[in-house]
């Protein structure tokens, strides 16, 4: 089936859904009209009702008319949900992708008491915008679903095969990654406001000098310290900068985030069902 005819349902419609669909539809593969948006305040979702995507609260009605089911709720509301849809799951026409983090394949499969492909895929709020990274992991049987997964985040930035393993990591690194650089970004932008910029002339330079930072990494597939190598002059500012930030921890404190954000996401599920679901 092209990608133009195919039906999505997001269920669980939230920050992270709602970024899935807004991407999906600038592309030019898929359109509003076969995208089904999911959630129980669906008042919060007339701002996507308005731009032509589907939207309601019946899960198994959205299932029903849909090829591609996309589960976005949040770990502690996984098993609802999935309990909700079983008898609506049929394996000859559906692929599963679950973007919630710390709920393995094998839990889910556990839940639905089918065969149908199961795929997990980490995207980053960035996929609004097309510029996701995400990382997609399934059990080897699953090429075909796989492929068709990769297809369609293919359409809304980059994407990487893993293990599943690995997807914790994912997690922290690439979704959570968002924020992480976000942070950096104001820090920066802090900085300039105190050595004399305006806020918002201070945030666009930090921002596009990032998305420069970032652009060369891409572009020149260089290694981030040959370009560091280039902008530090010798007895230049730029080194005495950077040094300052090593003495004061900065890439110890982004590595130590992010090995702490992992642990979390390992344990998600485990967590959250501990403390209730509502
Ligand atoms: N935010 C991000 O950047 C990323 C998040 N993730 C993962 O995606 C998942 C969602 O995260 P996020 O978007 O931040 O969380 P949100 O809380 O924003 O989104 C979850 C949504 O699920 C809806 N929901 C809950 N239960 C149901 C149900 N039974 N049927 C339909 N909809 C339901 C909620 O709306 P309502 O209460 O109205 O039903 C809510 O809008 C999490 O598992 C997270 O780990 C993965 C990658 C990136
Ligand atoms: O903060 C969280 O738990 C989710 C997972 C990745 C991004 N947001």
Redesign the pocket.
């Known amino acids: 089936m092209s990608q133009a005819n195919q039906k999505i349902a997001i269920?669980?419609?939230?920050?992270?859904?709602?970024?899935i669909a807004s991407g999906l539809a600038l592309s030019d593969h898929f359109n509003a009209g076969n995208i089904t948006l999911?959630?129980?305040?669906?008042e919060?979702l007339e701002p996507f009702a308005e731009k032509g995507f589907n939207t309601h609260?019946d899960?198994g009605r959205a299932v029903n008319n849909a090829d591609i089911i996309l589960i976005?709720?949040?770990?502690r509301?996984?098993d609802?949900?999935l309990k909700?849809i079983k008898n609506d799951l049929d394996e000859n026409r559906h692929i599963l992708i679950s973007?919630?983090?710390?709920?393995d394949i094998q839990r889910i499969r556990n839940q639905v008491q089918k065969d149908v492909p199961i795929v997990r895929a980490?995207?980053?709020?960035a996929i609004a915008i097309r510029e996701s990274m995400t990382c997609i992991a399934s059990e080897e049987e699953q090429n075909k679903a796989v492929s068709a997964t990769k297809k369609i985040f293919d359409t809304v930035g980059q994407t990487l095969l893993i293990h599943e393993e690995l997807m914790t990591s994912a997690?922290a690194l690439g979704?959570?990654g968002?924020?992480f650089f976000l942070r950096a970004i104001r820090a920066a932008s802090q900085g300039g406001i105190e050595i004399g910029f305006h806020a918002h002339e201070a945030l666009q330079i930090a921002a596009q000098t990032a998305k420069g930072a970032a652009s060369l990494l891409s572009d020149m597939e260089n290694h981030p310290e040959f370009e560091i190598d280039r902008v530090t002059t010798p007895r230049g500012c730029t080194i005495s900068g950077l040094n300052q930030m090593e003495h004061q921890g900065f890439s110890s404190a982004m590595i130590k985030g992010i090995l702490v954000s992992a642990e979390k996401?390992a344990k998600?599920y485990s967590i959250e069902k501990g403390e209730g679901s509502s």
């Open positions: 269920l669980g419609a939230g920050n992270i859904g709602t970024a999911t959630r129980r305040k669906t919060l609260s899960n976005a709720v949040e770990p509301q996984i609802a949900l909700e973007v919630v983090s710390g709920v980490m995207p980053n709020t997690t979704a959570c968002i924020a996401a998600l």
